[in-house]
């Protein structure tokens, strides 16, 4: 049987964009304890990468600020033109319909490829399904597998997120095919941000008014029939490094919006390593001092790609999931 492993990568918060190779690190700390292994796991790893997708239209509105006779005398200009722009214009777009279906196309299109070969699909009986998620990219995955913006009558005849979510068994069209979901790792993730837009009838907000970006009710869904046939809760695990400013915490929040009673979901925060005496300094700088530090470094939120904490707990979690579900 097969592990395919899907990458999706999210924004980056240094001054360059993301580039295509930008799972390999984590893809050789993982095939390296595969290669330690007396009993070797089958692989099939399949990085996803949209970060090109946007990136002609964020060059449009940054030559625009730029021609204005304000832009020279703004403070963190280049901090504007790079981390900002790709961070918040990349999210902006996505939630875009047109820009939406261009990086839904490259996952789907990208997807379809690492399933096949000599242009079959691979995927055999039992096979097993693993998602590795970074930063926005949680997001934007998400968002196509669970968000009702997605479904067939609000997008008139275009079906590609329907053929992504036909891939993942417990999802329609086709709830009782496709892969198992076996685990899902979030690095960096800023999801529970997201909650935001879930939150119903607090104030009195009539709830006969449809929220089409609430991922819970087809997320719920999916865990619940993966249960039905595993009886096993999923693991999910969120990595966090304490100097990421764009990774929260999601084990209390998703228990009590998924699971209250725990039954279906085994999701755990794990800190990839102690907060040292930089990021002690950091909760005592200015706000100034703090935002520039933050905006300008990004090293911490792009260290998942190289840590030996992740690459551990995602192959054995992988590893237990093939002795469960053989």
Known sequence: MTDHIIFIHGVNTRESRVEPTYADNLIHLLLRKNESQAEQLDLNMIPLYWGDVTKQDEEMLLDMYQRSPLWKKMNFTAIRSNQLLQFTGDAALFISRYDGVRVIERLRLQTIAGLNKNGLMVIKPGDRLHLVTHSMGTVILFDALFSARWDP?????????QQIRQIIF?????????????????????????????????NGVDDSIPNTHDITPKLQQLLTALYAVLQRRLPWRNYI?????????????????????????????????????LDRLLNTATLGELAEIVLSGGRSHSSYWNSEVVANEI???????????P
Do not use: R, W
């Not at 009558?153 to 997120?161: A, F, H, I, L």
């Not at 417990?170 to 690095?187: R, V």
């Open 315 to 325: 192959f054995d979690t992988i590893q237990k999931s093939a002795s469960i579900i």
């Open 153 to 161: 009558e609000k997008t008139s005849d275009y079906q590609g997120v």
């Open 170 to 202: 417990g999802l329609d069209p086709k709830m009782g095919q496709g892969l198992t979901l076996c685990s899902i790792h979030t690095m960096g993730s800023p999801i529970s941000l997201y909650s935001l837009i879930m939150i119903k009838n607090s």
């Open 241 to 277: 490094h304490p100097g990421d400013p764009v990774a929260y915490p999601l084990e209390d929040l998703l228990a009590m919006m998924i699971d209250p009673s725990q039954q279906i979901l085994d999701i755990k925060d794990i800190l990839t390593q102690e907060p040292g005496l």
